[in-house]
């Protein structure tokens, strides 16, 4: 496409080749002064989108970045800004990428998973806050968390009509869990891994998320209940490492 608008704008200077064919002197002035055709904006998301999933974040995220710029009119345009975000993320750039995602945190359709991936940008915020500052690192770990609910919660309201969010629902669960642990919020981070096993959110990751249980009640002084899920660990999971 941009080849042929090139080829076109080149052509357009020599006015007297159309005297003879006005018909494509205007499909050549259309080709160059109209936006792109949806097809376009579609290769240049979707290209970049392979190359995220491919892992080549580096490659992909100044193609979306680009693409909210370039085809601002797209209905891709948000799912761009989303993704962008995400290679923010990955790219540690978290600051940056809270930036991005905020924006679409009441999203119709996106809002968990900028949410979840806003959590995620305040959580390697938090993590990297300075240590003397337990008041400021606190605030930090807080925000985090409050944006994992949000995105769980976002999620759980789309889960009826959207079968992708129903799927990330546990996962963004099993990330707040992790978070409150880190926090050091262990009794609520064990409720949370309680609420994944009761409801088998996670059946594939049911041992790690008990082990995760366990570490959390103890942590949280509860002895009694960790010992209640030591038992049962044992019982499920008698070969485990």
Aim: with cysteine; hydrophobic share 40%; charged share 25%.
């Amino acid at each position: 496409y941009e080849e042929q608008k090139k080829t076109a704008a080149a052509a357009l200077q020599q006015p007297d080749k159309f005297k003879s064919d006005p018909w494509e002197k205007a499909r050549l002035e259309a080709l160059v002064k109209n936006p792109p055709p949806d097809y376009v904006a579609g290769a240049a998301f979707y290209g970049a989108c392979l190359n995220y999933e491919a892992g080549k974040v580096a490659e992909a995220l100044p193609k979306f970045q680009a693409f909210a710029k370039e085809f601002a009119a797209s209905p891709l345009k948000d799912d761009a800004q989303l993704r962008a975000g995400f290679c923010l993320v990955q790219s540690k750039a978290f600051d940056e990428a809270a930036k991005a995602l905020q924006p679409l945190t009441n999203h119709a359709k996106l809002g968990d998973q900028a949410n979840y991936w806003l959590g995620k940008a305040q959580l390697g915020l938090a993590l990297a806050a300075d240590p003397n500052n337990p008041n400021a690192r606190t605030e930090a770990f807080n925000r985090a968390i409050g944006s994992l609910r949000g995105a769980a919660d976002r999620a759980n309201q789309l889960g009826g009509q959207d079968p992708d969010a129903k799927a990330r629902r546990p996962e963004i669960l099993l990330e707040l869990a992790d978070a409150l642990l880190t926090a050091g919020q262990n009794q609520q981070a064990a409720q949370v891994y309680d609420q994944i096993l009761n409801e088998k959110l996670l059946p594939a990751r049911t041992e790690e998320t008990l082990q995760r249980a366990i570490a959390a009640y103890h942590l949280a002084n509860d002895v009694n209940s960790s010992e209640a899920r030591v038992a049962a660990f044992r019982q499920q999971f008698p070969n485990s490492a």
